[in-house]
């Protein structure tokens, strides 16, 4: 018995130690991985079987929404239109660009880039036409919009068509193709230029908007002083003045000259210069003109008189006494032909050496006095457009027959 209850109670020892071994080596099966927390770095483990997978599987299906799902707080494509808008502002605030009265305003100069090119007073292509322009003429520019740009002639706000202007680099609006000129935006249309005739003609405004009393000789080498540039006359009943009546007519006379073929050169443009009559007639001597025509209204004390005249030196004048005979000719013709486009009286040619619009001169040269604006009703006609319209024909007309035209 003894016996039998040592062998049971060894029997009962080693399951015993099976067991443990058992329960020892199942534990052992299961693996354990070290991870560090990225905040506290304290290390602890985590199954990675069951829970891994599962993280794995729940990320994938995340991914998978988030591919699939539309983005919806991303911004609205932006339209072709959107896009120009906001060009054109951004690019307005650049440039510091204002508006007023739907021109752009700018401080430049524009170059005119077509013969004949209408200046007017309205951005209307029926407005009226204040004068013309030829290529490579510049102008002051202080706006510009979709078709029109506004400019300074003289003291004047006028328009031009865009199309006929460039302002510094920028390239020309009209280019003239194969087949004839570019039609502008505005409807503008450039006329086409008179062949030449290769005659030039030189053209004074006379006076200016204010007088210069410096003296000057009447003639080269005189002695004999007279003011630089006189007052002008002023209409007694329109109150225009003298230098901005022969300013229109002579742009007029200038516009009527190109057209049938003539090259004119302007010895002012402007009301604001300061030319005296010397220096007048030298710019002409030097223009390479054929003649010099030199355009005034004429006043006296006795507002009954009226009529048209003209003035050339004698034949016997001391300066320039062997150009009487084709100045008193184209005074003349020109004296004639006024009268006849507009009815005015004709006082005819008056011969004189006394003035230096006339002594300084080296070509033929007429000073013609248009009409009275001391006589109330001749200042109303001198004052008219119409009526310059026919002075400037008349002065024209008169040139063409020096020329035999």
Not at 170 to 197: I, K, R, Y
Not at 212 to 237: C, H, L
Not at 296 to 319: F, I
Not at 349 to 378: H, K, R, Y
Request: hydrophobic share 35%; glycine share 8%; net charge negative.
């Amino acid at each position: 018995m003894i016996k039998i209850a040592k062998h049971l109670r060894m029997l009962y020892t080693i399951i015993c130690l099976i067991l443990c071994i058992g329960v020892l080596t199942g534990c052992q099966s299961k693996k354990y991985e070290m991870i560090e927390l990225p905040e506290s770095g304290t290390e602890v483990s985590i199954q990675e079987e069951e829970t891994t997978a599962a993280v794995r599987e729940q990320a994938d299906e995340l991914q998978s929404e988030t591919a699939s799902a539309p983005e919806t707080d991303s911004l609205p494509e932006e339209t072709d239109a959107d896009a120009e808008v906001s060009r054109a502002l951004s690019g307005s605030k650049e440039r510091g660009l204002s508006m007023s009265d739907g021109f752009v305003d700018v401080d430049d100069t524009v170059t005119v880039t077509s013969d004949l090119v209408n200046v007017r007073r309205e951005c209307d292509a029926g407005a009226e036409i204040v004068t013309q322009l030829n290529a490579g003429d510049t102008l002051r520019r202080t706006g510009y919009s979709d078709g029109w740009t506004r400019v300074i002639y003289g003291d004047t706000v006028c328009y031009v068509s865009s199309e006929y202007v460039s302002a510094g680099d920028e390239p020309a609006a009209a280019e003239a193709d194969a087949g004839g000129a570019a039609v502008a935006a505005s409807g503008e249309e450039p006329e086409q230029a008179a062949a030449s005739n290769g005659i030039i003609v030189a053209i004074d405004p006379g006076h200016q908007a204010k007088a210069n009393t410096e003296k000057e000789p009447i003639g080269p080498g005189a002695s004999t002083m007279k003011a630089k540039v006189e007052d002008g006359a002023t209409g007694v009943s329109t109150g225009l003045k003298e230098c901005e009546l022969t300013l229109a007519v002579s742009q007029k006379v200038q516009a009527e000259l190109e057209a049938r073929g003539y090259q004119v050169v302007m010895i002012r443009e402007s009301n604001d210069v300061n030319i005296s009559s010397a220096e007048r007639a030298q710019m002409a001597n030097e223009s390479g003109a054929s003649v010099f025509v030199r355009i005034h209204g004429n006043s006296l004390d006795n507002s009954s008189v009226t009529g048209v005249l003209s003035m050339c030196q004698t034949s016997g004048n001391p300066y320039n006494g062997e150009l009487h005979n084709s100045s008193y000719a184209l005074s003349k013709l020109v004296t004639d032909s006024i009268c006849a486009a507009t009815g005015a009286r004709n006082r005819g040619v008056q011969e004189t050496d006394a003035i230096s619009d006339i002594n300084w001169c080296e070509i033929p040269v007429s000073v013609v006095e248009m009409g009275f604006l001391s006589n109330p009703e001749e200042d109303k006609n001198l004052a008219d457009e119409a009526y310059q319209d026919k002075l400037a024909q008349g002065i024209a007309n008169g040139i063409d027959a020096y020329f035999g035209r």
